[in-house]
Every structure is written in structure tokens, then in C-alpha cells.
């Protein structure tokens, strides 16, 4: 199959600086418009992240959030308006999507994702980018990517860092987000943002590097730009500016994804 017999000329003009790039292509242009990502949280990291993700061609996408947009957010949560204020923020961000590109698939839950229903929410993504501001969250949203065998794109950031780290716990050789944070956080449910304050940009820098992460696992065996990097955690410094990153060993002895869950 040709990129040209997949893709309409449309599509084909769209996504022409991707495809020009020999790192992703034809080959890659055309992966991505058949790929799925659940957003798990439309906040911060959700809002710029789906931006990019959007635009890069991504064909289907699961949009995930219980929480109404705040006047408060609008400081860094690109995708909402002040016309948004008081509305949800899974409907709000389907608005958006449904504006900005009306090719693209997208389903939404505005339940409070938690240990019982994340497995239905995220079980048919070909990736989930969990962009929540608490833990007990994120490790349901990690538990159930490890059951369902689906790679988890774990973001997060406060301040002025942020860290981005792609996870595939299901993989006996790799770690998952449980085997990074451990397993004292389950019961915490408080929302640092709120209590500390973020740099607006600070989040857009996070979600777009989250958006290019998962771009690079969603192209794994397709083209040269897909290495998913398992395991490793990049932390972003809004105040130096650097990065670093951290490689993250599989935990033998973890909840999530050790032999005993098996
Ligand atoms: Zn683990």
C-alpha cells in the first residue's frame, strides 16, 4: 500500500512536513492515522499534548476527564476558552477536536477514572498518555495499562518541572510507573497545582514533549523516529532550563507488573 492510496490528497497536503521527514514518512503518516490514544486528564499536560497529537495526524482518541473548566485554568489549559468556563472538560476538548481537524475519531468520560472502570477506559488505546495531577490515579491508570498490555506515556508537572517517562510494565523486561513511584501513594488524591502554583508554559513544554514521546512509541518498528525509550524518565527544569533523565529498573518485587500479578 502507497501513502497515496491510504491517505486522501487532503490528508496528503495536511500532513506534508511529516512526510517529507525521513524519519517518519509516508510509512509513519500513515501508522499514526490508524493509531488510538486514551488522554487520561484534558488538564495542563492534556490540553497542549492533544494539541499536538491532533495535529500530528492521529486517527481516534479517548478523552478522559471528570473535572469542569475553571477560570483558573485558562492560564495554561490551551485547548479550553473562556466560553468553556463552567462546561466539562471531555466535552470541551471534543468541541475543540471537532473543530480543528473533523476527520478525527473521538469518544469521551467525564466518570473519575479509578481502579474499577480504568480497564474499559483504556483497554482498546493503542497508548494512554496519563496527564492526572494525583497518584492514586495515575497507579490505577498504570495497574490497568500492565492487565490490558497497553504502553503508558506518564506525564506530570508543577512549578517549574515537569517529567515525562513511557512505560511497558506488561513486558517482563521492562518497568512500569508503580515500579518509579512505589506503592506509598495509593490513598494521596490532593491536587499539588492548586497548593503550589505552575509556570503556564512550563505545562505547554511538558505536554508537547509528552506529545512527541508518544509519537515516537506510536512509530516503534514503523520508522526511524519510533524508539519508544522504556523506562526512561525525562525531567524537564523550567528554571536552568535542561533536561535530564533517570533509567528506571523493573521492580521484581512490584504490585503492578511483578511475577506475582501475573
Ligand atoms: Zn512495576
Known amino acids: 500500500m502507497t501513502v497515496s492510496s491510504a491517505l486522501s490528497p487532503a490528508r496528503l497536503d495536511r500532513f506534508a512536513r511529516h512526510i517529507v521527514l525521513p524519519e517518519i514518512g509516508g510509512a509513519g503518516q500513515v501508522a499514526l492515522a490508524g493509531k488510538h490514544i486514551a488522554m487520561i486528564g484534558l488538564g495542563g499536560i492534556g490540553s497542549p499534548a492533544l494539541q499536538y497529537l491532533a495535529a500530528s495526524g492521529i486517527g481516534r482518541f479517548s478523552l478522559v476527564d471528570d473535572d469542569v473548566v475553571d477560570a483558573s485554568n485558562l492560564q ?46 483504556i483497554a482498546s488505546a493503542d497508548l494512554v498518555l496519563d ?26 508537572v508543577g512549578r517549574f518541572q515537569g517529567q515525562v517517562g513511557a512505560f511497558a510494565g506488561h513486558n517482563p523486561d521492562h518497568a512500569c ?74 521492580d521484581p518485587a512490584c504490585k503492578g507488573c511483578g511475577p506475582s500479578t501475573a
Request: hydrophobic letters at 45%; aromatic letters at 8%.
Open 177 to 250: 510507573y508503580r515500579c518509579f513511584v512505589g506503592d506509598a501513594f495509593d490513598a494521596e488524591d490532593c491536587d499539588t497545582c492548586a497548593e503550589d502554583g505552575m509556570l503556564g508554559a512550563m505545562a505547554g513544554w511538558a505536554g508537547s514533549f509528552a506529545a512527541m514521546q508518544a509519537v515516537r512509541v506510536l512509530l516503534s518498528g514503523v520508522s526511524a523516529f519510533g524508539d519508544p525509550q522504556w523506562g526512561k524518565i525525562h525531567i524537564l527544569d523550567g528554571m536552568k532550563p535542561g533536561m535530564r533523565t533517570l533509567s528506571i529498573a523493573k
Open 131 to 156: 496527564g492526572t495531577d494525583n497518584f492514586a490515579t495515575r497507579l490505577a491508570v498504570s495497574d490497568a495499562c500492565v492487565t490490558a498490555g497497553v504502553p503508558l506515556l506518564s506525564a506530570a
Open 76 to 121: 495554561r489549559q490551551t485547548i479550553f476558552s473562556s466560553r468553556d468556563v463552567g462546561h466539562g472538560k471531555a466535552v470541551s476538548a471534543r468541541r475543540w477536536l471537532a473543530n480543528f481537524d473533523d476527520e478525527i475519531d473521538a469518544e469521551i468520560s467525564d466518570k473519575r477514572i479509578d481502579p474499577r472502570n480504568a480497564h474499559g477506559l
